[in-house]
């Protein structure tokens, strides 16, 4: 009986091989989606990191809860100005971008 022997792959391999090469438009959905999600999973720690509930954390920043578990879960259509607010008025914190080639 053969059994068979799992193949170690390269994440980066993985991806290209599920959504193509970077550049390509499935590519390109895929990674601003997990963007997007990042940046929710960032909100979302840095919230129960300073002890705050959705209620408070929306309070603080004149948003709704909402709102906030919106982000949270789909963080896909936050403005700009509204993640800047999050990070000031609710944190106290500043934001500060990158962009990569």
Partial sequence: ????KNKIVKFQD???KEYGKRGTSRREQYEEGYEAFKLGIMLQELRKKNNMTQDEL???C???KTYISTIEN???DIRLSTLMRI???GFGGRLQLSVLF
Avoid: F, V
Avoid at 1 to 4: A, D, E, L, N, V
């Fill in 87 to 89: 990070i000031r008025q």
């Fill in 58 to 60: 929306a309070e603080k």
């Fill in 14 to 16: 993985h991806l290209d």
């Fill in 74 to 76: 789909d963080a896909s």
């Fill in 1 to 4: 009986m053969k059994t068979k």
């Fill in 62 to 64: 004149g948003t709704s």
